[in-house]
């Protein structure tokens, strides 16, 4: 076998290992609609996600986006969500195990490295959203009782930049009948087209409130596929990440 083919073999099992980690199936709890994907931009790719239970009453949320492509970034944002994973799943608060990770993450990074995320936990029977945003924005609240979006920006600095001498309150979001939290990687706000303008976050909400009623896999696929229309022949020039939770509407 030459180098090249070795080399070739090599990124393959990183790609089957990244993507073995990714949730295969969405949670099952009544009233929700939860969907997920990662389309990297090249066989392996720094954005990570979760949407896992952790217990009967909480899913645990994280859209991660490591520095750069290729197979380090892809070591460090799979390094993030199985750190999390076991420290939430051993017990830790969610403050706790955002300063543990992050501090771990300061230790283990080279310099110049960093992964930004946001995560969280979603209580299914209060309906409440408590999570942090460590440098991933923008967040997108549809809210369906007035129609609009509001938008939430990060409260921290990316995760491995420096350590947490002081935590920011978590910040919550209320789900209601209808509503939609889209958490979204850069590689559809910043999609660009050859006049390099920019997908955009106007785009995506409109995408959003226009499309509310279609099941969350199926406007997952639609966000990404307008984004690829409206770059035209420009390529995808960074990792896809989506992840959509709907509260689902109220019948009868």
Known sequence: MTAEAELDREI????????????????????????????????TGGDTFDVVSIDPEHIFVLLGDATGHGIGPALSALQVQSMFRVALRLGADLDDAFKHVNDQMVEDLPE???????FGLLNTPENMFRFHSAGQGPILHYQHATD??????????PMGFLELEELQESQYLHMAPGDILALITDGIYE??????EQFGMARV?????????????ELMELLKVEAQAFGGDAPQLDDITVVLIQRLPETG
């Open 148 to 157: 609009e979006c509001e938008w939430f920006e990060p409260t921290h600095f």
């Open 191 to 196: 999609y660009e087209n050859k006049l390099k």
């Open 112 to 118: 110049g490295r960093f992964v930004t995320a946001v």
């Open 12 to 43: 393959q099992i990183a790609h089957e290992i990244q993507m073995s980690t990714l949730p295969g199936f969405m949670p099952s709890v009544p009233g929700y609609d939860f969907a997920g994907r990662f389309w990297p931009t090249d066989r």
């Open 205 to 217: 909400g409109e995408l959003v409130r226009a499309n509310k009623n279609l099941p969350m896999t």
